[in-house]
């Protein structure tokens, strides 16, 4: 780079050079503008489908949640000995109403025969004493020769309260619904129904979903042509159009980024929210329990971002056009005055200088290539990082230091940069000239014009070789010292139990109350320890699950029995619900031991005095699903995504409990994933927290 030659600016060259750049400088606005507005535009789409795949994502999740609730409410129906009050008191305790006050009704509707469906309205009345049930009758009447009425409800609407009694055999939409949850043992949902169908006059819409009861709980090991005869009853809920976005957040967010949805059910349209036009359009097909609905999307493009993103192009436009004026009146005095011309020249070469030095001095490789990768440009550090001389890197391509991934990477490499025109970013293995492999982390990124054609590529390289050698010493120095902090610990802890056990006499009360504080300190450190070592074992890959066949069953009750005297003497409830259709699995016992331990450790020591832990075990299609419920401190909402973060702890559970080492969640998280299982939580602060995990069923090793 050189200082430019003062004695050529004079005439009529210098002039229209000059002009040249004033287009160069328009044409570069051009692309700068034009760029911010694609981003921005890009932007705009990206965070409308955001938006749509939230939205799509919440609906399954209620649907989830509803059909988990009617499993539920068939093991507790299926328990047999309900009346109204216990019916009652259970959806009472489930919470849904609290959760989403008049959202959803539930029922329980046995199918009765004909022939005895006076004593079964007689036995009703005798033994339920409440209004509603005095005046309990079947409707609307027909000759079929089985009935199925709600014997019990649970609502909040009254015009829904009014369908007690109601046979639900005299809807054909809700038929067609029965036979397929009856047939294939799996829960159902109606068609959009009308209850002015039975109550004249009302307009409300809703759906039925139906979950069948049994009298065999095997009854999936029977043809489907035979359930029929086993069948006794359904367990349903009435679920309004909008009960599908029970989300408050759903609404939040559409309301917030001006999206309208429209939800169609074949030619009905039973969710409308908003009435926004726009020019962002999206369609999604959802199916919910092989019903198939239509989601659409409207929403505007300058209402999707925030206010200043929105402004980002005119706020760039208002900065070029103010960058070209200047330059106008700079080039226009260039050519009225020598002198200024001369003095503009040297303050430019001194920022190009600026501009060649910054480039030189960054510790990272920069090179610039033509479209076809030949190099046109290298910084210094490319010399120190390949060893190669800059002048026997220009002309060439990367493959100099590069050709040490597989055909396959550098194929999908190319096709993203050349074909497809998008940044690249990844970690590849190169090799110096003298031989040497180092691992490098990459960012390329193709330069196009305002057409799109591509005119050159970018590449910013940083060496790795001494960030991944610290890593390695640090997670052996680790793993090193741990080891090496074990055999004084053990020795302690043999020495601390003899002294405490009275081996080398009797100690008075004080040095009995000393050296107990001083055995559980030093348990506190070997748990530090034990864990320290398995965070190494897991960031160095060598952390090793070893399945055998298990009695997950009896190994969650022997965890409860160790936690259950501690949860008593602290004035806290620790209770477990184990499904007895658990089959025996292969797991790492001793590991899968740990994470149940971890989780309800963690559940009794932030439960509050008077507080409940439950623990509940049950299938859930292929994998048996652990959920730990407390209503203990929570976690903040901001700390949420940190929970799994090694020496993470939330900042309230600091306050309480000052001891703990931050590794207990992740190590679980590990473990159940490392054993083909996923582990989740569902928190608020102040209110309690649920943490779950999947274990894949293996009755095969």
């Known amino acids: 780079m050189e200082v430019v030659d003062k004695t050529k600016i004079k005439g009529g060259p210098i002039g229209v050079l000059l002009i040249l750049s004033t287009i160069a400088l328009l044409l570069g606005s051009v692309f700068v503008w034009s760029y911010v507005s694609r981003s921005v535009d890009?932007?705009?789409?990206?965070?409308?489908?955001?938006?749509?795949?939230?939205?799509?994502?919440?609906?399954?999740?209620?649907?989830?949640?509803?059909?988990?609730?009617?499993?539920?409410?068939?093991?507790?129906?299926?328990t047999g000995g309900i009346?109204?009050?216990?019916?009652?008191?259970?959806?009472?305790?489930?919470?849904?109403?609290?959760?989403?006050?008049?959202?959803?009704?539930?029922?329980?509707?046995?199918?009765?025969?004909?022939?005895?469906?006076?004593?079964?309205?007689?036995?009703?009345?005798?033994?339920?004493?409440?209004?509603?049930?005095?005046?309990?009758s079947v409707f609307p009447e027909t000759q079929t020769p089985e009935v199925v009425?709600?014997?019990?409800?649970?609502?909040?609407?009254?015009?829904?309260?009014?369908?007690?009694?109601?046979?639900?055999?005299?809807?054909?939409?809700?038929?067609?619904?029965?036979k397929k949850a009856v047939a294939d043992d799996v829960p159902a949902i109606t068609n959009l129904l009308h209850i002015g169908l039975v109550l004249p006059g009302n307009t409300k819409t809703g759906y039925v979903i139906m979950l069948p009861v049994y009298s065999k709980i095997d009854i999936v090991n029977y043809p489907k042509e035979e359930r029929r005869q086993y069948f006794m009853g359904l367990v349903g809920t009435w679920v309004f159009p909008q009960g599908l976005l029970s989300h408050v957040d759903i609404e939040e967010e559409l309301m917030a980024k001006e999206v309208s949805l429209t939800v169609f059910d074949g030619e009905d349209k039973p969710i409308s929210l908003g009435n926004n036009g726009g020019d962002l359009r999206a369609v999604r097909e959802i199916n919910l329990l092989d019903k198939k609905?239509?989601?659409?999307?409207?929403?505007?493009?300058?209402?999707?971002?925030?206010?200043?993103?929105?402004?980002?192009?005119?706020?760039?436009?208002?900065?070029?056009?103010?960058?070209?004026?200047?330059?106008?009146?700079?080039?226009?005095?260039?050519?009225?005055?020598?002198?200024?011309?001369e003095k503009l020249a040297v303050e430019a070469t001194k920022d190009l200088r600026k501009f060649k030095q910054a480039v030189e001095g960054v510790s990272d490789m920069v090179t610039i290539t033509d479209e076809n990768g030949v190099i046109t440009y290298v910084n210094g550090m490319a010399e120190k990082i390949t060893g190669y001389k800059k002048e026997m890197m220009l002309g060439k391509t990367p493959r100099l230091w590069g050709r040490q991934m597989d055909e396959e990477f550098y194929k999908n490499f190319w096709k993203r940069i050349k074909e497809d025109k998008k940044p690249f970013w990844g970690e590849v293995i190169n090799k110096r000239r003298n031989g040497e492999l180092y691992e490098a982390e990459v960012n390329i990124s193709p330069i196009l014009d305002d057409s799109g054609k591509l005119l050159f590529f970018v590449s910013i390289e940083r060496d790795l070789t001494k960030a991944k050698a610290i890593e390695k010493i640090k997670t052996e120095f680790i793993s090193l010292a741990s080891h090496q902090l074990r055999t004084p610990l053990s020795a302690m802890k043999w020495f601390g139990k003899m002294l405490i056990s009275g081996d080398a006499g009797d100690?008075?009360?004080?040095?009995?109350?000393?050296?107990?504080?001083?055995?559980?300190?030093?348990?506190?450190?070997?748990?530090?320890?034990?864990?320290?070592?398995?965070?190494?074992?897991?960031?160095?890959?060598?952390?090793?699950?070893?399945?055998?066949?298990?009695?997950?069953?009896?190994?969650?009750?022997?965890?409860?029995?160790?936690?259950?005297?501690?949860?008593?003497?602290?004035?806290?409830k620790l209770t477990a619900v184990i499904d007895k259709k658990i089959p025996?699995?292969?797991?790492?016992?001793?590991?899968?031991?740990?994470?149940?331990?971890?989780?309800?450790?963690?559940?009794?020591?932030?439960?509050?005095?008077?507080?409940?832990?439950?623990?509940?075990?049950?299938?859930s299609k292929n994998f048996i699903m652990t959920e730990i419920k407390d209503n203990g401190i929570g976690i903040p909402k901001r700390e949420q995504k940190r929970v799994f973060d090694k020496f993470f702890r939330a900042s309230n559970a600091l306050k309480i409990e000052t001891d703990g080492t931050g590794l207990g969640l992740f190590l679980s998280k590990t473990i159940v994933e490392s054993s083909g299982g996923k582990m989740g939580f569902r928190s608020s602060e102040g209110k309690g927290s649920t943490f779950w995990f999947t274990l894949p069923v293996k009755t095969k090793n």
């Open 83 to 136: 009346n109204s009050e216990r019916w009652i008191n259970y959806l009472t305790s489930i919470e849904v109403e609290d959760r989403y006050p008049g959202m959803y009704t539930f029922a329980y509707a046995p199918v009765v025969e004909r022939n005895k469906l006076e004593s079964f309205i007689s036995k009703i009345k005798n033994e339920e004493k409440s209004k509603e049930y005095q005046e309990y």
């Open 584 to 619: 025996k699995i292969y797991i790492d016992e001793d590991q899968i031991r740990q994470v149940y331990a971890n989780l309800i450790s963690n559940a009794v020591r932030y439960t509050k005095k008077g507080g409940v832990i439950s623990v509940k075990v049950y299938l």
């Open 293 to 341: 609905f239509r989601f659409e999307f409207i929403g505007k493009r300058q209402k999707i971002l925030d206010q200043f993103t929105e402004s980002l192009p005119w706020l760039t436009l208002g900065g070029l056009i103010i960058i070209n004026l200047m330059w106008t009146a700079t080039v226009t005095s260039i050519l009225l005055s020598r002198r200024e011309a």
């Open 149 to 178: 009425p709600v014997r019990y409800l649970y609502t909040s609407d009254p015009d829904i309260g009014s369908l007690l009694g109601y046979d639900i055999t005299t809807s054909e939409n809700q038929v067609i619904a029965l």
């Open 42 to 78: 890009d932007q705009r789409k990206i965070e409308f489908q955001r938006v749509v795949g939230m939205t799509e994502e919440r609906v399954q999740d209620t649907l989830h949640m509803l059909v988990e609730r009617l499993y539920d409410l068939r093991g507790f129906v299926s």
């Open 507 to 572: 100690l008075n009360p004080m040095q009995k109350e000393y050296v107990e504080k001083i055995y559980e300190s030093n348990e506190r450190e070997i748990r530090l320890v034990n864990s320290l070592l398995n965070v190494s074992k897991i960031e160095s890959g060598k952390i090793l699950v070893e399945p055998r066949l298990t009695d997950l069953t009896r190994l969650i009750s022997s965890v409860m029995t160790d936690f259950r005297l501690e949860a008593g003497e602290l004035g806290k």
